[in-house]
Antibody, heavy 116, light 107 residues
Framework: EVQLVESGGGLVQPGGSLRLSCAASGFTFSSYNMNWVRQAPGKGLEWVSYISSSSSAIYYADSVKGRFTISRDNAKNSLYLQMNSLRAEDTAVYFC?????????WGQGTLVTVSS | DIQMTQSPSTLSASAGDRVTITCRASQSISSWLAWYQQKPGKAPNLLIYKASSLESGVPSRFSGSGSGTEFTLTISSLQPDDFATYYCQQYNSYPRTFGQGTKVEIK
């Protein structure tokens, strides 16, 4: 079964850091571009970051640029999001999603809460 | 950045109704548009890609049309399982952007 499973979310204080992981299975992870998308409570979807299959191309939303870092380990079939200098407005469910175009596979999401 | 605007924000309909949701882009995105369905507490599910191509496994009552700046998602006969929130997304350029969502409610 093609699957993405996120982990690493939790409660963190403003200014803190967190590292999210996304484990892929059921497909050749190294062949696919990947993304992080987030959704604040009760709000819409916001694209956060993109990484190409070989990590040669990386993009970020302006709202996270300079604070978040996307990476991947194709040997471990895993995608990561290192989040530093977290703010209250980063509180959201974070989804990993497959493909560069329309996102055909999504994980179930992991909740990040930034609060003192 | 390309702004995506959906209308209406909320739609009240009954099972069996034909439903149309509109998505407008602030500049031309050719046909690089996707539609997603999201139910509470769940991840979005891809319905339509490239404006009018039906994703595998998605019921044929869903259809998409449009190009350039104006797009529509149509549900030909609303089923109980279709009450959800729908989002459009452009993938013409970065940053990728989504519409604000359209919630389809039971009338």
């Amino acid at each position: 079964e093609v699957q993405l499973v996120e982990s690493g979310g939790g409660l963190v204080q403003p200014g803190g850091s967190l590292r999210l992981s996304c484990a892929a299975s059921g497909f050749t992870f190294s062949s696919y571009n990947m993304n992080w998308v987030r959704q604040a409570p009760g709000k819409g979807l916001e694209w956060v970051s993109y990484i190409s299959s070989s990590s040669s191309a990386i993009y970020y939303a302006d709202s996270v640029k300079g604070r978040f870092t996307i990476s991947r380990d194709n040997a471990k079939n895993s995608l990561y999001l290192q989040m530093n200098s977290l703010r209250a407005e980063d509180t959201a469910v974070y989804f990993c999603a497959r493909r560069d175009s329309a996102y055909d596979i999504w994980g179930q999401g992991t909740l990040v809460t930034v609060s003192s | 950045d390309i702004q995506m605007t959906q209308s209406p924000s909320t739609l009240s309909a009954s099972a069996g109704d034909r439903v149309t949701i509109t998505c407008r882009a602030s500049q031309s995105i050719s046909s690089w548009l996707a539609w997603y369905q999201q139910k509470p507490g769940k991840a979005p599910n891809l319905l339509i890609y490239k404006a009018s191509s039906l994703e595998s496994g998605v019921p044929s009552r869903f259809s998409g049309s449009g190009s350039g700046t104006e797009f529509t998602l149509t549900i030909s006969s609303l089923q109980p399982d279709d009450f959800a929130t729908y989002y459009c997304q452009q993938y013409n350029s970065y940053p990728r952007t989504f519409g604000q969502g359209t919630k389809v409610e039971i009338k």
